[in-house]
């Protein structure tokens, strides 16, 4: 009966452990990423030709703990972005 849980047992640990990977975001690595500063202010009339627009995959970083930016749809509903306060990057991988 032992040898009847063994086998299940040891496959689920096998299957987790190699299930973790290498604790690295895909497409997130230094080498494979490009790092664009966050300089463009909110203006009160939104400015989207000045907006940084975000692609796929892109992740908006805080640099500073009170940072914070605001999120537009523009006329053609690509996302575009603007700093509100703070400092801010974003991370875009590489293709």
């Known amino acids: 009966m032992k040898k009847e849980y063994f086998l299940p047992l040891t496959l689920i640990v096998v299957l987790a452990m190699t299930g973790c990977g290498n604790n690295q975001i895909q497409g997130f690595n230094e ?6 500063s966050m300089e463009v202010m909110c203006k009160t009339t939104p400015d989207f030709e000045n907006y940084v627009e975000l692609q796929s995959g892109d992740r908006i970083v805080q640099d500073t703990e009170q940072s914070s930016v605001r999120l537009y749809h523009n006329e053609n509903n690509h996302k575009v972005v603007c700093l509100e306060q ?8 590489l293709s």
Do not use: A, C, S, W
């Not at 080498?31 to 664009?36: A, G, L, T």
């Open 31 to 36: 080498e494979h990423m490009e790092v664009i």
């Open 86 to 93: 703070g400092q801010v990057h974003i991370e875009r991988p």
